[in-house]
């Protein structure tokens, strides 16, 4: 049996058209929601920060206009105040205590200041910047600048550490709160960074943690902050700590705070730190 149906031409769009409404109709009813004329909803868009459910939980977490959630320097996490700075727009701001050589380089965007730190070292850094037994909060803004991420560098440290040892941080100084690539002169694990706390000479805790950003040339952000006994170290989320620490008590001696440097060069762009009591003069 055939069947043949025959439309004139001039009936077959109409009929096509309301096809397609009752198509559409369909669809939505099915979608449960009518699209929103000015876009989507924020809830309905994904987090910025690991963890955010929507981009509507991540909104507050932005730096914002009255200050919260922003540096001091307008830039990254809150710091406490009052809060010391060198962005190294105009070389070295601060008084750095160095056996090595530094270098200004061309700025790039949102970076206004960069120097380099020359490999040939082993230190660079703020002469008894904190008291270690008082509340602080560091943020170091680096990057390194050759074809190796700063997880691959052997012997990186940074954060706070004490005088002795100063020259080779990572195995000698009796006490550190420290950011470190290559543990007790291990090897070091790509994609990884090792945070570590050091009381008069006893490892009181170590962990293995991601940096999953921690590629060639990128900058990264460290932050180490202390609250009482509690320690939590940051990397790039300036909310989210990648590794906390509770109930350790570091004596009251002044601390170097910067880097030791062993075989790369590495750029900075931004030192900041605050302190319950600043012991630098």
């Known amino acids: ?4 149906v025959n439309v004139e031409k001039r009936y077959f769009f109409g009929i096509l058209a309301v096809v397609l409404l ?47 959630n922003c540096a001091n320097t307008g830039a990254i996490g809150a710091l406490s105040s009052p809060a010391i700075s060198d962005d190294f727009v105009s070389g070295l701001n601060l008084p750095w205590a160095t056996d090595t050589t530094t270098t200004s380089i061309a700025s790039t965007t949102n970076h206004p200041g960069i120097i380099t730190v020359d490999k ?14 008082q509340d602080f909060d560091v943020i170091f803004v680096v990057r390194s600048n050759s074809n190796k991420a700063i997880s691959e560098y052997p012997g990186f440290t940074v954060g706070l550490f004490s005088d002795t040892g100063r020259s080779n941080a990572q195995s000698t100084a009796p006490d550190k709160v420290v950011f470190e690539t290559s543990p007790a002169s291990g090897p070091v694990v790509p994609g990884k ?20 950003t921690d590629i060639k ?31 350790a008590t570091l004596p009251s001696r002044s601390m170097y705070l910067g880097f030791n440097i062993y075989n790369q060069d590495f750029d900075v762009d931004l ?11």
């Open 217 to 247: 040339q990128r900058w990264i952000v460290f932050r180490i902050k202390k609250t009482g006994t509690s320690f939590a170290f940051y990397i790039d989320d300036m909310n989210n700590p990648v590794s906390t620490l509770t109930s």
């Open 22 to 68: 009752i198509g559409v109709g369909v669809l939505v009813y099915a979608i449960g929601a009518v699209p929103n004329p000015v876009g989507h909803a924020l809830s309905q868009v994904q987090g910025y920060f690991t963890g955010d459910a929507s981009l509507e939980a991540s909104l507050g977490r932005f730096c914002q206009s009255d200050g919260t």
């Open 1 to 4: 049996m055939k069947i043949e």
């Open 193 to 212: 960074i090792f945070t570590e706390l050091k009381v008069n000479g006893v490892l009181v805790n170590a962990n293995f943690v991601d940096a999953p």
């Open 120 to 133: 040939n070292g082993g230190y660079f850094a703020l002469q008894n910047a904190i008291n270690a037994s």
């Open 271 to 281: 030192v900041s730190f605050s302190s319950s009591s600043l012991s630098r003069s």
